[in-house]
């Protein structure tokens, strides 16, 4: 996942918005995705965008995609107990996903 | 309709025995793949099976060796285990490359 960079930890308040940030490095990758890990269990797709969209939402999920800059956020409204986890972003390179190392997201009431 | 299933859960393996981890998808997915998990470190990419009957070295795939035995089932073998492989293997599966993933439970694997 040395291609993809993400910060590794973020505390929220219980009702509060979170964003998790991520910075990618291909700009030719076609889908960028969000995955979350709780823990003991696989990866769970959480959502993805095509990359010629800027902003998709989600019910309580919104993701920001910027290609010039090669960012990619992640915004959780309304945080709750159950979003504790670890969050990765991913990119799609010649038809594999890259990973980031994760975003441990924990909730605090 | 159980999705990904890997086996087995947990293993601990002594250096130099060696194991198969299976993997079987019930989707009806082309692709199927291998990652290992270490902390800090997200995701690589151990090998992967673009459709039936073809498979290709992913990022890290020093020590292993995969089968595609069918479109069902993807299974990952350490011939002789060292330490550094000690790790959570995660088996995925999608429609076609490019698509998104399905991922396993895991297995985790210790050699001491």
């Known amino acids: 996942g040395e291609d993809v960079e993400q910060s590794l930890f973020l505390s929220v308040r219980e009702g509060d918005s979170s964003v998790i940030n991520c910075t990618y490095t291909?700009?030719?990758?076609?889908?960028l995705y969000w995955y979350k890990q709780e823990p003991g269990a696989g990866l769970q797709l959480l959502t993805y965008i095509f990359s010629n969209m800027d902003m998709k939402q989600d019910q309580r999920l919104t993701v920001l995609l910027n290609k010039k800059d090669k960012h990619l956020s992640l915004r959780i409204a309304d945080t709750q107990t159950g979003d504790s986890a670890i969050y990765f972003c991913?990119?799609?390179?010649?038809?594999?996903?890259?990973f980031g190392a994760g975003t441990t997201v924990t909730v605090r009431a | 309709n159980a999705g990904v299933t890997q086996t087995p859960k947990f293993q601990v393996l002594k250096t130099g025995q060696s194991m198969t981890l299976q993997c079987a998808q019930d989707m009806n997915h082309n692709s199927m793949y291998w990652y290992r998990q270490d902390p800090g470190m997200g995701l690589r990419l151990i090998y992967y099976?673009?459709?039936?009957?073809?498979?290709d070295k992913g990022e890290v795939p020093n020590g292993y060796n995969v089968s595609r035995l069918n479109k069902r089932e993807f299974s990952l073998r350490l011939e002789s285990a060292a330490p550094s492989q000690t790790s959570v293997y995660f088996c995925?599966?999608?429609?076609?490359?490019?698509?998104?993933?399905?991922f396993g439970n895991g297995t985790r694997l210790t050699v001491t």
């Open positions: 995925a599966s999608s429609e076609e490359v490019d698509r998104p993933l399905h």
């Open positions: 099976s673009a459709s039936e009957g073809t498979t």
């Open positions: 991913a990119e799609s390179i010649d038809y594999k996903l890259s």
């Open positions: 291909d700009s030719s990758s076609t889908y």
